[in-house]
């Protein structure tokens, strides 16, 4: 799939980030794994930190965006070792013909996001018979 | 007229490497806080957040997809030792079906040294949205005490 990046619907993520979140959170591109097999494209993100409702998954015209919140905070009052911070996640995918857009399904557990895109039917291999006469 | 001042090329350079340096972000021990998560990386994993109250210290690790059955959590001491092993993409999957292979996965073992003394019996883990939470309750005799003063 082609990486694009393109405002999400209803502006772009930096002028919705002013209204809704303090000014200094960012958003980080989450790593992803992209395979694909015979009925489909399958897609996992590490989005850690992320509890279902804080996940947003959108398709507009052909653009897949992966919007999520992470809620997370230290537990103790002092912080003694900091090596992650985690805010938001945003990442997007221009997505091919051959992807079936209506039938997209999502799971989130432990923390990684499975996409399964499945294909549209002529986009799967077919068996063709062949006939001897 | 100018001359070549040697001194003044050598000074240009040295800014231009450290320009360089700086774009690559090689800062020692600063927070990766970039805008790219670490999907594969030389540096320690997990991730680890530090903190503590009077009572408790607090561990939580950044650890997505980890399989919860691998996970192991050890203390000796002030030793904390978090193994266990991070499912990739799945074993099956042939190389040239992937677009994209940016995350990692396999076996990771971190030792995380605490800064005080504490109770190894009464430690708690929890794992949830692919944070690792650990709570640590800190020895009786690490707790801070109240002193108090007597005034003549």
Do not use: C
């Not at chain 1, 000014?23 to 590490?46: K, M, Q």
């Not at chain 2, 100018?2 to 090689?26: K, L």
């Not at chain 2, 971190?110 to 650990?134: C, F």
């Amino acid at each position: 799939m082609a990486e694009k990046t393109v405002p999400a619907v209803g502006g772009a993520p930096e002028r919705s980030k002013r209204e809704l979140t303090r000014a200094r959170d960012r958003y980080a591109r989450p790593p992803v794994d992209i395979y694909e097999n015979d009925d489909a494209l399958v897609l996992l993100a590490d989005l850690p930190g992320v509890p279902k409702d804080g996940l947003e998954i959108s398709v507009d015209d052909s653009v897949l965006t992966i919007q999520a919140k992470a809620d997370y905070t230290p537990a103790g009052k002092d912080s003694i070792y900091r090596e992650f911070e985690l805010s938001g996640f945003f990442r997007q995918f221009e997505l091919g013909e051959e992807i079936d857009q209506g039938k997209i399904s999502a799971e989130l557990k432990h923390g990684v996001l499975k996409l399964t895109l499945p294909k549209v039917p002529e986009a799967r291999p077919k068996q063709i018979e062949v006939k001897v006469s | 007229m100018v001359w070549w001042n040697p001194f003044y090329e050598f000074d240009a350079m040295r800014r231009e490497i450290e320009r360089v340096f700086d774009e690559f972000g090689f800062q020692p021990g600063a927070p990766f806080g970039s805008a790219f998560l670490p999907g594969r990386m030389a540096r320690a994993y997990p991730l680890v957040n530090l903190s503590e109250n009077h009572e408790y210290v607090y561990v939580d690790a950044m650890a997505p997809g980890v399989d919860p059955s691998s996970l192991s959590i050890n203390v000796v001491h002030n030793t904390l030792t978090i193994s266990g092993e991070k499912r990739g993409a799945p074993s099956e999957v042939e190389p040239e079906a992937f677009h994209r292979a940016e995350r990692a996965g396999g076996k990771f073992v971190r030792a995380v040294t605490l800064p005080v003394e504490i109770d190894a019996d009464k430690v708690a883990a929890e794992y949830s949205d692919g944070i690792l939470h650990i709570t640590l309750p800190k020895a009786e005799k690490a707790k801070p005490k109240q002193i108090s003063v007597k005034v003549a």
